[in-house]
C-alpha cells in the first residue's frame, strides 16, 4: 500500500518572537490586562526586560527546533530585550543555526528606556548586519518611538541595503503609525499586523491572525490592501499549517466568498524573504499537503522528516537530528523558572 504522505519545501515563518517561547506557564501578571496596551506593560514588557542572553539562547534554541518539528525551516524573527541588548541577535543566529534552521533577524529599538535604549537597539542592528547577519532593521511600534529615531532606523535600513521590520497599527495606541511612517516606509520593509492602518503603506505586511485575535484587537483584513502579504505567528510558535487554517476561516468570517488559494499565497509569500527554503523537504503525516484545499479543511497534519537543500537530514521521524529534543527541553525549563523569579 502507497504511504500516506506527501513531500512539500519548508515552510517560512513571517514574524516571530523566539523570545517569547519561555512564556508559556509564567505567572499571573499584578494586574488583570483590560486592552492591548495594558497587555504589554503587564505582560510582553516586564517579559522582556527580565531576559538575558542565556535565556535568550535556550529560548531561541526551543523555537527553532518546535518550528522545525511544523516543517518551518526559515523564520523572520523580532526581538527585544533591553537589559541585553549587545549581542543578542548573536546568540538567535547561533541557536538556530545549531537547529538547523534559517532566520531572518532584527533588534526591536523602542524609546521606552530613553534615548540611550534606542541607541544601542539601533547599535545592536548596524553591529550585526555589518559584520554579515542576515536581517533587517526592527523597531518594536512607532508609538514607542519619537521621529528621530524612526528616521534613524529608515536610514540604518537604507545604508545596510535592507529593510526595516516594524509593528504597525498593532492597536488604537498606534493609529497614527500610518502618518508617522508614510514618508519613511519602502517596499522591503515588513510592516506587521496593520490592523488599524488607516492609509496605503510601502512595504509586506505580516498578517498574524492568531495573535491578533488573542489581544482582541481586531481584524487586519490584509485583502483591503494591494500589498504583498506574508504569514507570522507573532511568536505563537511556528506552525505555519495551522496558522494558515485559522487564518483561512478569519478571511472567510470577514469575506465569505473567499478561497483558501488567496491565503496559501500568504504563506507562499515567504519564500522571497528564503528563497532557499523551496529546495528544503518535508515529508508530511497527510498525503495532500501541498493542497490549500485540503490543508484548509484538515487540522493534524504533522511534519515526519525534514531534509535541507544540501541534503542533511535535519528531522527525522519528528525529532531533530543535530540537538537532543529532551536536553533542549530541559535548559529551556530552566532557564523559565530563572526568568519567572525576575518579573
Known amino acids: 500500500m502507497k504511504p500516506m504522505t506527501d513531500t512539500t519545501p519548508g515552510l517560512v515563518c513571517g514574524h516571530h518572537h523566539l523570545y517569547s517561547a ?17 497587555i504589554l506593560e503587564q505582560v510582553w514588557w516586564r517579559l522582556d526586560t527580565a531576559l538575558d542572553l542565556e535565556m535568550l ?4 534554541m526551543l523555537g527553532a527546533v518546535e518550528a522545525l518539528q511544523c516543517g518551518t525551516t526559515a523564520i523572520i524573527d523580532h526581538h527585544e530585550s533591553p537589559n541585553a541588548i549587545e549581542g543578542s541577535l548573536d546568540v538567535i543566529a547561533a541557536a538556530c543555526a545549531e537547529v538547523g534552521v534559517r532566520v531572518n533577524c532584527a533588534y526591536g529599538v523602542t524609546g521606552r528606556h530613553g534615548a ?15 559584520a554579515g547577519g542576515r536581517g533587517m532593521v526592527g523597531v518594536h511600534a512607532a508609538f514607542t518611538c519619537d ?10 535600513a537604507r545604508r545596510s541595503g535592507t529593510g526595516v521590520h516594524i509593528h504597525v497599527a498593532e492597536g488604537v495606541d498606534d493609529v497614527a503609525a500610518g502618518a508617522r511612517l508614510e514618508r519613511l ?34 481584524y487586519a483584513a490584509p485583502t483591503q490592501w494591494t500589498n504583498r502579504v506574508v504569514l507570522g505567528t507573532d511568536g505563537i510558535g511556528a506552525d505555519m499549517l495551522e496558522e494558515m487554517r485559522l487564518a483561512y476561516v478569519a478571511l472567510r468570517a470577514h469575506d465569505v466568498t473567499a478561497s483558501p488559494d488567496t491565503v496559501w499565497a500568504w504563506l507562499e509569500e515567504g519564500y522571497r524573504f528564503f528563497p532557499e527554503a523551496r529546495d528544503d523537504r518535508v515529508t508530511w503525516s497527510y498525503d495532500h499537503a501541498d493542497s490549500a484545499w485540503h490543508v484548509a479543511f484538515t487540522p493534524g497534519i504533522r511534519a515526519l522528516d525534514v531534509v535541507s537543500g544540501d541534503g542533511e537530514v535535519l528531522l527525522r521521524d519528528g525529532r531533530p537530528t543535530r540537538v537532543d529534543l529532551d536536553e533542549v527541553r530541559a535548559k529551556a525549563a530552566e532557564q523559565a523558572a530563572r526568568l519567572f523569579t525576575h518579573l
Open 116 to 130: 540611550d535604549g534606542a541607541r544601542r537597539g539601533l547599535e545592536e542592528n548596524e553591529r550585526f548586519l555589518a
Open 147 to 156: 521621529d528621530a529615531t524612526l528616521e534613524a532606523a529608515a536610514d540604518l
Open 57 to 60: 539562547r535556550w529560548s531561541a
Open 185 to 218: 516606509a519602502a517596499d522591503d520593509w515588513v510592516i506587521v499586523h496593520c490592523v488599524h492602518l488607516d492609509r496605503p503603506l510601502l512595504g509586506t505586511i505580516a498578517h498574524n491572525p492568531r495573535s491578533n485575535m488573542n489581544n482582541a484587537v481586531g
Open 22 to 38: 519561555l512564556a508559556r506557564g509564567m505567572p499571573a501578571p499584578p494586574q488583570q490586562p483590560s486592552d492591548f496596551r495594558s
